[in-house]
């Protein structure tokens, strides 16, 4: 079975400061790992995905992931938050890399970013 | 048209009524899906077809019927709406992985 546990529903940074979005991971197979944000009111854009190249993957905005199997975690990262990542970030996971399968999200982490 | 487009933006339904809601994409991508997003849930699959002509069940599928005549074409239906079926309802299609989601249906259920 697939799951995926975003540590944190809340998070406070102030304007400048780096970011971090916990998210591990469950999977029986070699996962696809992706994050997502959604602004309010707004559907979800895809920031950066996973499909076992390089384990450093960076994404749109300065966001960066790793994947790290030994801590079956994805952790999403960025060096100095900017007012505009304030949105809610989804951690999904797919139990392939390839063909069309169910995606699984996470719970969701709101973002915060103080002036 | 250009990615995903659902239809209506938002609805307020009387329960016991029948409602469909639409989703075109112009991407020709094979795979598409609905979920419905309720806060500190996520978003929970509902339906998805992997290719025009199949369709599948996913985590929450009871009360929602889907058809996938075409590519372009995935409609969602609620035979008889409940009120826990008011939610925000999102479709998406996928193609390398990524999915793509258009903005949105958020429906009440009164």
């Known amino acids: 079975a697939q799951s995926v546990t975003q540590l944190d529903s809340h998070v406070s940074v102030s304007e400048g400061t780096p970011v971090l979005l916990r998210c591990n991971y469950s999977s029986s197979y070699s996962p696809s790992l992706f994050w997502y944000v959604q602004h309010p009111n707004k559907g979800l854009q895809l920031l950066l995905k996973y499909t076992s190249a390089a384990t450093l993957v960076k994404g749109i905005n300065g966001f960066e992931a790793e994947f790290k199997k030994s801590e079956t975690s994805f952790h999403l990262t960025k060096p100095s938050a900017h007012m505009s990542d304030a949105a809610e970030y989804f951690c999904v996971v797919s139990p392939t890399t390839s063909g069309t399968y169910k995606y699984i999200f996470g719970t969701g982490t709101r973002l915060k970013v103080l002036a | 048209i250009a990615g995903i487009t659902q239809a209506p933006t938002s609805q307020i339904l009387a329960a016991g009524r029948r409602m469909t809601l639409r989703c075109t994409q112009d991407?020709?991508?094979?795979?598409m899906y609905w979920y419905r997003q309720d806060l500190g849930l996520g978003l929970r699959l509902i339906h998805y077809s992997n290719t025009a002509g199949t369709t599948g069940k996913g985590e929450v599928p009871d009360g929602y019927s889907v058809s996938r005549a075409n590519t372009d074409d995935f409609p969602l239906t609620l035979a008889s709406a409940v009120p826990s079926q008011t939610s925000v309802y999102f479709c998406?299609?996928?193609?390398?992985?990524?999915?793509?989601f258009g903005p949105g249906t958020r429906l009440t259920v009164t």
């Open positions: 991407m020709r991508h094979n795979a």
């Open positions: 998406a299609s996928s193609v390398y992985y990524e999915q793509y």
